[in-house]
């Protein structure tokens, strides 16, 4: 994993031929035909890919992300200013917009233990009635398991964690794989959830 804004700036740059992660397209999917004034966040947008998806798709987005790498990304988009806010801020310091749509990639386990809940309320409190999340957490059979500052999850937690959501998909990856680094045994959960619409 990168300690530092150069090292995160390499792993954007290995990073920036991949396609758009299957989470995103599946929840892209799953919200269907993108209306007028339709908001969504990329917690941790990282190399972009699914920033420019969610563009693409008709989103009003806020990209939020803790490196300037990353930032100066999906500033350069076109749209930056727009229809793009890009926000440099830690996701627990990030205020959200409320949103139609909430993506975080890879992101939530770098989020501390400590200030994981309050993270967690804050994510699943932006989201509308109605609004879609679609968030990858690491499982605790994951290779970096026990690293310091990663939050790190078991199944009965995914399923606490999902309490007051409509849960539509929940996928337990459990398989050897590769990162920046090299190769590495992934253990993650793919969620994807409603906000239920209150009669």
Not at 15 to 26: F, K, M, Q, T, Y
Not at 28 to 56: I, K, N
Request: glycine share 10%; hydrophobic share 45%; charged share 20%.
């Amino acid at each position: 994993m990168p300690d530092d804004d150069a090292g995160w700036a390499g792993y954007y740059r290995w990073n920036a031929e991949r396609p758009v992660r299957e989470l995103c397209v599946r929840a892209l999917g799953a919200y269907g035909a993108v209306g007028p004034g339709a908001v969504a966040v990329d917690l941790g947008c990282g190399s972009g890919q699914e920033t420019r998806a969610m563009l693409d798709a008709g989103f009003t987005v806020t990209a939020v992300d803790v490196t300037p790498a990353a930032i100066a990304i999906v500033s350069a988009y076109p749209e930056a200013g727009r229809s793009l806010t890009p926000v440099l801020s830690a996701m627990q310091d990030a205020v959200l917009p409320a949103a139609d749509l909430v993506y975080a990639g890879y992101a939530m386990p770098f989020c501390p233990p400590e200030l994981f809940d309050d993270v967690w309320a804050s994510v699943t409190g932006s989201l509308l009635p109605g609004g879609l999340l679609a968030v990858d957490l690491f499982g605790d059979r994951d290779e970096w398991a026990g690293e310091e500052g990663m939050t790190f999850v078991d199944r009965p937690r995914v399923v606490e964690l999902c309490r007051g959501l409509d849960v539509i998909a929940l996928t337990e990856v459990d398989e050897e794989g590769r990162a920046y680094a090299g190769p590495k045994h992934w253990h993650r959960f793919e969620l994807l959830a409603r906000r239920p619409v209150v009669a």
